[in-house]
């Protein structure tokens, strides 16, 4: 049991330690801001800038964010506060199924409907001449991909806020959405901003559905229409070569480790919200 | 009331029972894709058939060899991970019960495990993979994806094990058993529906994740005969057949996906059908 326990506890460092060490290498030859925000991507002849891959990762994990985000807050409140016990016996499924649904799948399905969707008929009603494959496809379908998960976190936050609380403010004479405006969201407001944060380095480190659909042009995206590339698809793409050119797989192991470093830290400071929530 | 405060309260209202209905639309939206798409190409020699020469050229054969690549990944790897998350959780539950800051610290670093992207797994899995001089192969695949689904696996046992009443492990010991017999016997029993539940999760994502063993497992066509050896999983299957440009390669990707896509539907109604049935053998307070 003891030694279980010893393997998982240490398996954060390990990862940390062996993506640290294998990157070494690159970290020791360049300077760590040139790395980050130089905009040359040849690795033939020993050029590793990953600014456009860091900037085509916000781009579309923002994006995401921007569209999921407010969906699932509505879709939540709706859920634990208007509507009777049926409607949430039938979102849990709803919500499990989602999140099953493997993100090749969700790759899949984006390549059958979203592209198609923006190619022929977003873009012409913006004006923009576009594939299809884009930031803004790949933001919708980690979109959809992330709604389960906030929503998830979301509905159980809601749910534990004392129905006395909601009930005061209705006797006290406020509207049903006076209510949840003042009172429900200003308490959870921790809750939901560490919903929201969980949701966002989930995005962030999507590999597969996003590589299918982004276009992965390394290239710096000038609207969400145009195509781009993220740092983990950097990573999916480029298995096969990187053991023939020097140096490659030290950078793909920074890109990596660049993604744990983020992750990580996107989770701590979220957690703390989450625990100022429950001191509430 | 003022007559705006009445237009702002129908506005987000209508907002939020639209927002309901969309998550719920784009869901059926999906599956009737898959099963639409997937339809059509599926035939019963896709799924009994390993790739015959040619087949990414839209020759003859199946994907049996991935089918089989993905179970047996995600079962080897379902397997370890519960043999090494079962006492995690219990030792959490029973041992530690007093220490709560622990059991606390050791919560906050599963759950920051759990929020690690499996790309990371992958390129980790990797990188030990030529550290210790071992090919692509099903082993390594089993290796990253189980460390992949531990935390998962834990805290969805922990989630069910904290529930256990204290009154049950008191009486336990009460009559004699000791601790190791208390977690064991009585925990595992009084979890067991969620025990279930955790493990079939653990599998669904084992199956479906593509990015861990896209380094470490390999692809291959043929059947995997020994732990060594590289393996096709269904993940890589989809996303290989759909980057050939031959159309009916393109529409057995869509298959392989419905195949994919039903494997998970089976597995998440079994551990929902499952969960209910071992809520019996509860003992209730």
């Given at each position: 049991m003891i030694v279980s326990l010893m393997i998982v506890s240490l398996l954060p460092f390990f990862l940390f330690l062996g993506l640290y060490l294998k990157s070494f290498l690159l970290l020791h030859d360049y300077h760590l801001g040139n790395l980050l925000f130089s905009k040359e991507w040849k690795p033939g002849i020993g050029k590793f800038g990953f600014y456009p891959f860091i900037v085509g990762s916000i781009w579309v994990t923002l994006l995401a964010m921007l569209i999921s985000a407010p969906i699932c807050l509505l879709s939540a409140i709706h859920v634990t506060?208007?509507?009777?016990k049926h409607v949430l016996r039938i979102m849990h499924p709803a919500i499990d199924i989602l999140a099953g649904i493997p993100s090749v799948v969700y790759g899949l399905w984006g390549i059958l409907v979203i592209v198609p969707f923006i190619s022929r008929y977003l873009g012409p009603f913006f004006g923009v001449q576009t594939m299809g494959y884009s930031i803004l496809a790949a933001a919708f379908v980690l979109a959809i991909m992330i709604i389960p998960f906030i929503l998830n976190i979301l509905i159980e936050i809601f749910r534990t806020i004392p129905i006395a609380l909601k009930e005061s403010s209705l006797a006290l004479g406020a509207t049903e959405w006076q209510t949840v405006k003042h009172v429900l969201v200003k308490k959870a407001l921790p809750g939901i901003i560490a919903a929201f944060g969980f949701g966002l380095a989930r995005a962030f480190g999507e590999t597969m559905a996003v590589l299918m659909v982004v276009?992965?042009?390394v290239k710096l995206p000038h609207s969400v229409f145009d195509p781009g590339y993220t740092l983990p698809a950097l990573i999916a793409n480029n298995y096969g070569e990187?053991?023939?050119?020097?140096k490659y797989d030290s950078a793909l192991m920074f890109a990596a480790l660049v993604l744990l470093g983020v992750s990580l830290f996107f989770n701590l400071i979220m957690h703390f919200f989450i625990i100022r929530f429950n001191k509430y | 009331m003022k007559p705006g405060r009445k237009i702002e309260e129908k506005i987000f209202r209508g907002l939020m029972i639209f927002s309901t209905y969309f998550i719920l639309a784009i869901l059926a939206i999906i599956i009737y894709t898959i099963f639409h798409k997937g339809m059509k190409s599926l035939t019963w020699a896709m799924l009994t058939q390993i790739p015959k020469g040619g087949y990414y050229y839209g020759k003859e054969g199946g994907i049996l060899n991935a089918i089989l690549g993905s179970l047996y990944l995600a079962i080897g790897a379902t397997c370890l991970a519960f043999l090494i998350g079962l006492p995690v959780a219990l030792y959490m539950n029973v041992?530690?019960?007093?220490?709560k800051k622990v059991v606390a610290f050791i919560r906050f670093l599963l759950d920051l495990v759990w929020g690690i992207p499996s790309i990371v797994y992958g390129a980790f899995g990797f990188s030990m993979m030529i550290f210790f001089g071992l090919q692509t192969s099903l082993l390594a695949g089993i290796l990253t994806v189980t460390m992949f689904i531990i935390p998962i696996m834990i805290r969805s046992m922990d989630e069910i094990l904290?529930?256990?009443?204290?009154g049950l492990m008191e009486a336990s010991y009460s009559l004699g058993s000791n601790k190791s017999e208390t977690a064991f016997r009585i925990f595992t029993r009084q979890a067991s529906s969620g025990i279930i539940t955790a493990i079939l999760l653990s599998f669904g994502r084992a199956i479906g994740d593509a990015a861990s063993v896209l380094f470490t497992a390999g692809y291959t066509d043929n059947l995997p005969n020994s732990l060594l050896e590289p393996v096709a999983t269904l993940p890589l299957s989809i996303f290989f057949q759909l980057s050939s440009p031959v159309p009916a390669v393109q529409d057995r990707a869509y298959a392989s996906a419905l195949v994919l896509t039903v494997i998970i539907l089976v597995v998440s109604l079994f551990s929902r059908g499952l969960g209910k049935r071992y809520h019996n053998t509860k003992i209730n307070f």
């Open positions: 506060q208007f509507t009777k276009g992965n042009v990187m053991l023939s050119i020097p | 041992f530690l019960v007093r220490h904290r529930t256990v009443p204290t």
